[in-house]
């Protein structure tokens, strides 16, 4: 799943939380590197994708039962 | 910051000058590591390394300036200042551990140490022309040096000439068991003896990836060439090999130094937790304290970090560091399958000489472009944990120009064996002008 491209809102958002006191023109100024660097996320989902495990087709399934009810607390 | 701290008179290293990287700790002497967040911060025990380089003889003759929290290849975003390059004070001295090269190769110092996490000890050293040995990870402790990502963090030695790097190696080298990037098992080789074994025969893989970047200048690239045929002239073989995935190390070192350095460095006050091994409570305090007081002091090249890291994170909750870390194997994977062929790998170790430094109040876009632009050869073998050497390869336009050499895990003796037959066929590093006139003088 590529990693969307960061709207201010959300770049505000970081910023307020670390407190880095950047004003609107700042994260303008910071979008196309933030962007730039966010690039590196996809190759990396690309790479990984091509040789990430492959899931199980069958192993294991949910009960079909509701589990045994056991004593508040243990 | 100069000191004058000796413990013992005798030792591999008696009468030598050291500088630590001042990301590092010596006891009682203030480190700053390049942040406004660490000012007054006093190291409460020596790191490891400073305490063998004491235990070996050297005298510390200072702490060298680095880089704001180490996280710039330029030598522009140390406080309380930047630092010079010794070959053209205009110019970067390369970082993170600015002060350390450019101490060396003004000659202040006779070794420094620094750190390494994306090309810190060879950034300044091929921009200042010394010689930068990143060990393999894990070979020298990193305790008592300031994190910024477990994974990737180096510590290694910047000299003037290859026998020094092995020298100091050789005293720095070794578990400490206090430092969980460490193996269990580790030996050190015998770096000093065995550079008389020479070099003759050695096969050398000149790396195509590492050539040819989109910024890469022609004389650097020129340069590099030419000091594998001065190799070829000293008995050793050389071939043009092809690594397809050294062009991807730097996306996967993009998302680990980014997303592990916010988790680590920022959020985690520089040690994080759940490992085990020294921690330094003093400097989590100090800095924390400081930085959650008010976060906008941290250097551009950080808040491009917290910015990028912090979005990331928040969309998908740290997914793609754990991809990242779980193809790093794969990464050092195509390393290893070329070293089985190779003895050491050869590359440029930036794409380009020194660059201008930013002016004071220049633009973020040029503060940020002058940090980042030079590591894609570097960060690489940040993640693999390949040990890799920066040694000057020529100076065109009296600039210097690094080649990076690389070898096997471990084999950090066999790519000092590598540098030094090329130090000796090229009869020696020149130093800076400024530098060789007073030595003649």
Partial sequence: MPLDPPAPD???AVAKRYGLGLSDADITSFDPFVSGLLASWDTVEELYAASAPVRPSVRGSAPTTPPTRTAPGT | MTTAVTEVGEGPLAGRTVAIKDNTAVAGVPMMNGSPYLEGYVPLRDATVVTRLLGAGATIAGKAVCEDLCFSGGSHTSRPAPVRNPWDESRSAGGSSSGSAALVAGGVVDVATGGDQGGSVRIPSAYSGTVGHKPTYGLVPYTGAFPIEQTIDHVGPITRTVSDAALVLSVIAGADGLDPRQPLGLVPEDYVGALARGAEG????????GFGHPNSEPEVDDAVRAAVDVLRGAGLVAEEISIPWHAHGARIWDVIATEGAMVQM????????????????????????RWRA??????????????????????HHGRHYA????????LRAAYDEALDRFDVLVMP??????TVRPAPGAPREEVILRALEMIANTCVTDVTGHPACSVPAGTPGGLPVGMMIIGRHFADATVLRVAHAFEQAVGGFPAPPRTAAATRS
Avoid: C, I, Q
Wanted: glycine share 14%; aromatic share 8%.
């Fill in chain 1, 10 to 12: 959300a770049l505000r």
């Fill in chain 2, 202 to 209: 050695m096969r050398v893989g000149v790396v195509a990836e």
């Fill in chain 2, 266 to 289: 920022v959020e985690g006050n520089g040690y994080g937790m759940n490992w085990e091994g020294l921690y330094d409570p003093e400097v989590m305090a100090h800095y924390g304290g």
């Fill in chain 2, 294 to 315: 008010d976060g906008s002091d941290f250097s551009e090249t950080v808040k491009l970090v917290l910015l990028a890291g912090g979005y990331a994170v928040d969309r």
């Fill in chain 2, 323 to 330: 991809m990242a870390r779980n193809l790093a194997p794969r």
């Fill in chain 2, 349 to 354: 170790t930036l794409p380009m000489r020194a």
